[in-house]
Structures are given as structure tokens and as C-alpha cells.
């Protein structure tokens, strides 16, 4: 379980195969976004339409709603989602050190107040931990100290620093999860005994009540599986920071596979790419890397380029919501009065249900008209069209040709903003 | 084409089979709203799914946005909607009339202001006729005067007068359409000279052009087929009046349906019922029979009693983007709290994705955390509980056991509601 097969490479970049519990991850592989336990506008069916293969949920949304307890009830987050397939959660570690004026930071974790009621609550890696046991996912986060893309070495060393303190609290506490869930699946464990001390709740929920009309659906509960924690490698904007934070990392534990935060977060581009490249020597070739926060099609060919396996964004839902459509040619803005007689598809290459279903004139009516339909078919397109980029580069790096192919691609993609 | 056969009757219920160019439609039926061109939240796969066989839109909306040039343009509502199978769409008279003090109606037609920029407009019975005609659908209804639920007997008089005048000029402007339909199909019309002196759009569109990815779609642009045009009788809440209307009706033409129009529009249930019993003994048998505007449960079923083959309304999707839940046990309310820790179906009888998928208390989750899906996943389940109710008790007349099911059914669907 967890393993993960390098299939091929061509130059930094790589095409593998990630083997979860729950499902076969091919990479690269763009990874869409439940926030909130939802992929926006997207039903589950829609996701595996469109080949969607693992979905991420944020901790901090659903811990502070409906809260882990109630998704536990509910059968755990695949039963919760209807989504049977691989889930990864966020730490909620990005959530809380965005909220600025609204937490406190300590060693111990993070106060902050609910966004939505204003509430005191707390995470801290033990918690963010237990939280992500309780919801189910196949892929914990360790929960991570994020700072600002432009902070100062020094807010960087000490946040890289914290985040290597907390992970080994994250691996004690996940460690003692997995002994406890263990111990259960060989059928020696008592609830009673062996819950931790933090939860009132069933350790991991186990199989729910669920009705009759149900059942087959409780097949998405499978608590007996193993989980996985992934470190998260911070640093800032320097890469002595970075390496110095991966080796720390490495140091830690022998890891499923390993995660680049605090990217994408207001640092320049070429510092992103900076960041990856100085990592890319030192990272184990035997394991994936994921890209946190990255979707825009030019950025995760770029990572792709750098030794990227796994990136995720809400970046294809919100633009998708916006009415901006991802093509091989560029955004398309759908609200443009040009699109409102044309009967050509949004983007001729796309085989996904809005492409090959209506003209752009229809679309362009959905948001003129503010239906809801419109925001569902952008954000399927969208989605699509970065799980299919995604394929696209893996079969160009099968190839050997992963350069090429991606010279060509981002030629075409800027060539209309250019001119 | 367009003839309806009588399946069965049980009591004055009737089961029977319509059949329209685009599809066949097993009646008693419920046909959803997409006013704008879209049921809204809901996509044509996911209404295919649900079983929906005939869907609406409506002629004041489309006439004012788009436009039904540019519907015509992207190939026609079919094309346009990505929906292959039968159309009806509304005349716009009853929306026109709802505008109150923004229209002026006179013996030529309606002069309105758009509710979307105020732009002065203006339908008649033969612009309805034209702008439906454009629009490509299989079956226009007639542009009627309606009335409030509440009107006097002078008023219901003059309305249902005025509207059998409209009848007659629909009826001229639809056959001049349909014959010149008719010298096209067979090769003999000219287009530049058999355009109606009120348009400068094609007469029907024809194929549009489409791109080559597009061409798989074409199907749905059938402009060779027949149309129908169907009459709305009015006559307020006086049952004399109603037979008036219908005698009127019946003696403009031979029909391929009838529709019975300006009830649900404030007034008592108890009105309702007798204007349909009033009309039942003479509304011929040979033809569907249409009640307009009639879509909450125990009223479909109350119009199959009484000898309703189709309706339509905006209340399963509205209802549902509210969070109300049709199910077998009366109306649920998703966001009642309640239904936080339920991991049971919102409709355990029900077999849409919605309920064979998700628990209540993931339902309940959407609609807390304001997602998207969950719009669409209720209105996904309202309108699938129509559809299935209509089918349960066509299935039941075919048995001779209307009555007894109807009763168990609305004894079981109030129970609680008195409880």
C-alpha cells in the first residue's frame, strides 16, 4: 500500500503510478478540490467522468463544519462525499495561518476563530492529526506552519523550523493511531480501551448504521485500511531553507511520499520554480511529490517539468465559476459578447460533457442568464481539462519526449496573449 | 405524429401515449420547467437519467434573452438546450400578464418592459406564434390573456374572449408557418420568399453551421418536423365560463391537444377541482389534456384524478434550491437540524442519484455549507419524485386501482403533516 512505481522519466520530469488504499493514482496527476467536503458545482459521478482518480477536503472546513464527529457518524469521509475512491485532507495548517488577526500562535498549535461563528478553536499537529483519523482520508497532512510568500529569511527559518518540530508530534500521534487501528483490525483492540484520549467519538468511526436501502454503499467505509501522514516541506523562498527542511524531513521518517507547501502563495514564479529545482536532487526518486495549491495549467506544466507527481488547486472550479474556461489556446472568458452566436464547442479539443454537449453560445447564455448549470459546466471543463493535461504530459514523458511536447503546449497557450 | 392513444381510464384518470416528433411520452406526466433554457441546476443527462421524457421552456424569457434569433443561430432549442427529445414551450402570455404595471394590453397584443433592462417589447398572438416557431420547439402554445386567481366574472369573461380571438390569429399565423414548412420539406420553398414579413432570421434556422466536432449534434436540429400549436382554455374560477372557452376552442380546429391555462394562480384548491371536473365530461377523449402550472404532489395527483395527462411547474426545482424535499411521507426540510447525524436517504423509496448516493446528513451539510450541489441534488430528487409519482399512478390506472391508490398515497403523504 502506498507504494509508489517510477515509470518513466524524461529529463526532471516523471511518470509514475500511486497504488492507495482506496485506488490507483497515475501520475502526474491533477488532484480537484472538495473544500468542504464537495468538489464545487461537481458531483462525484461528474468526477469520475472526467477521470478524476483522488480528491482532497480541507481539515479546518470540516472540522469546524459539520465537524469530523458528525462525517464519523456518517460512515467517514468516502461514505460522506460518495466518493469511493482516494481522498487526501489538508492539515488545515494553510486555513488557520491565513486567518491573520483571528489566531494566536504558539508552540503548542494555533487559537483562531471560527470563520463562520466567530467561535475559539484550536488545532494543533496532535489534533490536526486526530481530526483526519476521525474524517477517514487515505492521505493525512501533517499540519505545517505556512508563512507569506514574501516573509523574511528569518520568519522562514523559524516557520521551517516549527514545521519540522511539529511533524514529529504529527508521526507520534499518527503512529499511536495506526498501532490502536492495528490492533482493531486483527480484532484485539477494544474501543473502550483503546480510543485516545483527546475523542469521545468511536475511534474511527467503524461501519455506521446505515438503512437497508444503503448497504451497498457501505462498502466506502473501510476503516480496516491503512492510512498514510505526508510531511509537508516548507522554507520560504530560500533554498538552503528548503533543502535544509527536506533533510529534516527525510530524517524524520520513512515517508509514503513527500509534500511542497508554502508555494503559490504571493512568492514570485520564478521563485517557485527556483524552489523545486533546488529540491529536485535531493528528494528520494522512490516516492511522489505533491505540489500543494498549484492548478493554473501553465504552472502545473511547469511543475510537471520540475519532478512534480501530484498537484491540486481550486483554481479550475472558482476560474470555472467566473465564467473563464481553460483551452489549449488560452482562458476563454464565456461573458464575452464574441461568444453569443457561436455554435462551436468551448474548447474543440475536450471531450467532456460541456464540450461535446453545447455550443459556446449556450454557455455564454447560462451565465448571461445566471443559471446554475453554467457554473457546473465550466467547472466540470475546467477540471477535465487539467486532469487531461496532466495525461498528456505523463504520455509525453512515457514518450521520452516531455520537453518537447511541453514547449510546444505552452507556445500555443500564450500565443493568443501575446499577440 | 402527435397522436395520443388512450391506454386506460380509472374513474376519470387516464393513462395513455403520446407521440411527438423528438420522443414518445407515456402520460400521466410531469414535465419540468427550464425557463431560461436550462431546468435550472440540472443538466439533459441528468433529466435523461431521471426519466424525464418532455421538458419546458419558456417563450417570455428566450424571446427577451438571448433571443430567439440566437437560439436559432445555435441551431435551434433542441440543439441549443443539448435536449434531442420534445419541447413545449410557453406562449409568454401568462408571463407578460404576471408584469402588472409595467405592460399595456390591447386588442393587438401586450406592450411590456423587459424585467431585464427595462427595454420597451411587445408580443402578440402572432409574434408568440413566430418567436416560438424560431425557437424550434415541437409543441407552441397559443398567447392567452390569464387572469388573476381572484378576477371578477367580468373580467374572466373578457379574458377568455379576448383569448379565443387570440386563438384564431394563432392559428392563421401557425399554418402559414407549417405550410410554408411544409413546400421546404418538400423542396419547393424558397427561403427569401417565404420568410414571414416579420422576421429577418431564417424561417426556421435549418442546420446551423456548426463546427465538425459539433457534428454528431446536428440530429438535434430536425427542422423538417411537424409542429403542433395548442390551444389554453380560460374562463377564471366559473365553470359556465370554462365550457364556454372549450366549446369556443373545440370549434377553431382539430386539435393535437388542449390545454387548461390561469388556474393555480391564487386561487382555492376547491376552484380548481371543479373547473377541471366542470370541463372533464366535455374535453374530447382522444386528446392529452394539459393542466398549466401544476407541480406540488398531492395536486398532480389531484389533476390525474381528474382526468390530467401533463402538467408543469418551477416547484420541484425551486422547492429544492430552498431545501424542501418531496418524499412519500410529505415534504422534508433538509436544513432542519434534525438531519445532521443521519446517515439514512433523503427518500429511502427513491431511486435518483441523491438518494442512492448521499445521506441526509451529508444534504444537510451542502445546504449548511451553501454548496452548490446541493442545489442540484434536490432538485435532482424533486423532480425524479414527479416523475415517479406520475408513473405510479399511470401504473395504478392501468391496474383500475387509481382511487385506492390515490388515497393511500395521500393519507400516508398528510400524515404526518396532522400528526
Known amino acids: 500500500m502506498f507504494q509508489f512505481d517510477l515509470i518513466a522519466t524524461s529529463?526532471?520530469?516523471?511518470?509514475?503510478?500511486?497504488?492507495?488504499?482506496?485506488?490507483?493514482?497515475?501520475?502526474?496527476?491533477?488532484?480537484?478540490?472538495?473544500?468542504?467536503?464537495?468538489?464545487?458545482?461537481?458531483?462525484?459521478?461528474?468526477?469520475?467522468?472526467i477521470g478524476a482518480r483522488i480528491v482532497l477536503a480541507n481539515t479546518y472546513h470540516l472540522f469546524l463544519r459539520p465537524g469530523e464527529e458528525t462525517v464519523a457518524k456518517l460512515g467517514g469521509l468516502h461514505r460522506?462525499?460518495?466518493?469511493?475512491?482516494?481522498?487526501?485532507?489538508?492539515?488545515?495548517?494553510?486555513?488557520?495561518?491565513?486567518?491573520?488577526?483571528?489566531?494566536?500562535?504558539?508552540?503548542?498549535?494555533?487559537?483562531?476563530?471560527?470563520?463562520?461563528?466567530?467561535?475559539?478553536?484550536?488545532?494543533?499537529?496532535?489534533?490536526?492529526?486526530?481530526?483526519?483519523?476521525t474524517l477517514g482520508s487515505d492521505v493525512a497532512m501533517a499540519f505545517d506552519h505556512v508563512i507569506p510568500g514574501q516573509s523574511g529569511r528569518e520568519a522562514a527559518r523559524d516557520a521551517m523550523e516549527r514545521t519540522g518540530r511539529w511533524l514529529g508530534r504529527c508521526k507520534a500521534r499518527f503512529q499511536a493511531l495506526e498501532s490502536v487501528r492495528g490492533l482493531e483490525v486483527r480484532g484485539e483492540g477494544r474501543r473502550e480501551t483503546t480510543a485516545p484520549a483527546?475523542?469521545?467519538?468511536?475511534?474511527?468511526?467503524?461501519?455506521?448504521?446505515?438503512?437497508?436501502?444503503?448497504?451497498?454503499?457501505?462498502?466506502?467505509?473501510?476503516?480496516?485500511?491503512?492510512?498514510?501522514?505526508?510531511?509537508?516541506?516548507?522554507?520560504?523562498?530560500?533554498?538552503?531553507?528548503?533543502?535544509?527542511?527536506?533533510?529534516?524531513?527525510l530524517a524524520l521518517g520513512d515517508w509514503d511520499a513527500l509534500a511542497i507547501g508554502g508555494l503559490s502563495v504571493g512568492e514570485p514564479k520564478a521563485a517557485t520554480w527556483e524552489m523545486l529545482e533546488s529540491l529536485g536532487p535531493i528528494l528520494p526518486a522512490g516516492q511522489p511529490r505533491y505540489l500543494m495549491g498549484v492548478g493554473f495549467p501553465e504552472d502545473v506544466v511547469g511543475a510537471i517539468a520540475r519532478g512534480v507527481d501530484l498537484a491540486d488547486c481550486v483554481a479550475p472550479t472558482r476560474m470555472g465559476r467566473n465564467g473563464a474556461a481553460f483551452t489549449d489556446d488560452g482562458p476563454v472568458n464565456i461573458r464575452n459578447a464574441r461568444h453569443r452566436d457561436d455554435?462551436?464547442?468551448?474548447?474543440?479539443?475536450?471531450?467532456?460533457?460541456?464540450?461535446?454537449?453545447?455550443?459556446?453560445?449556450?454557455?455564454?447564455?447560462?451565465?448571461?442568464?445566471?443559471?446554475?448549470?453554467?457554473?457546473?459546466?465550466?467547472?466540470?471543463?475546467?477540471?477535465?481539462?487539467?486532469?487531461?493535461?496532466s495525461a498528456r504530459a505523463r504520455a509525453a514523458i512515457v514518450d521520452g519526449n516531455f520537453e518537447g511536447w511541453s514547449r510546444d503546449w505552452l507556445t500555443r497557450y500564450q500565443a493568443k496573449e501575446q499577440a
Chains 1, 2 share one sequence.
Not at 233 to 246: F, N, V
Not at 358 to 369: E, M, N, P, T
Open 11 to 49: 529529463g526532471p520530469a516523471r511518470a509514475g503510478r500511486w497504488t492507495l488504499p482506496h485506488g490507483v493514482v497515475e501520475t502526474p496527476c491533477f488532484m480537484p478540490v472538495g473544500t468542504q467536503g464537495s468538489v464545487r458545482a461537481l458531483s462525484p459521478r461528474d468526477l469520475e467522468a
Open 80 to 133: 460522506f462525499m460518495g466518493w469511493p475512491h482516494p481522498i487526501l485532507t489538508d492539515s488545515g495548517g494553510f486555513q488557520v495561518f491565513s486567518l491573520k488577526s483571528m489566531r494566536r500562535v504558539s508552540e503548542e498549535g494555533v487559537e483562531f476563530r471560527s470563520h463562520i461563528d466567530g467561535s475559539a478553536r484550536f488545532l494543533s499537529p496532535e489534533r490536526a492529526v486526530e481530526v483526519q483519523w
Open 198 to 249: 483527546s475523542g469521545s467519538r468511536p475511534l474511527d468511526g467503524g461501519p455506521s448504521p446505515l438503512t437497508p436501502d444503503l448497504s451497498p454503499l457501505t462498502s466506502l467505509t473501510q476503516s480496516s485500511l491503512r492510512r498514510t501522514l505526508v510531511p509537508i516541506i516548507q522554507g520560504g523562498t530560500w533554498p538552503d531553507l528548503r533543502r535544509e527542511s527536506a533533510q529534516r524531513t
Open 343 to 389: 455554435p462551436g464547442p468551448l474548447d474543440p479539443g475536450c471531450d467532456c460533457e460541456t464540450c461535446t454537449t453545447f455550443s459556446r453560445g449556450y454557455l455564454r447564455h447560462l451565465f448571461a442568464a445566471e443559471e446554475l448549470l453554467g457554473l457546473r459546466l465550466l467547472s466540470l471543463h475546467n477540471v477535465r481539462y487539467l486532469i487531461r493535461l
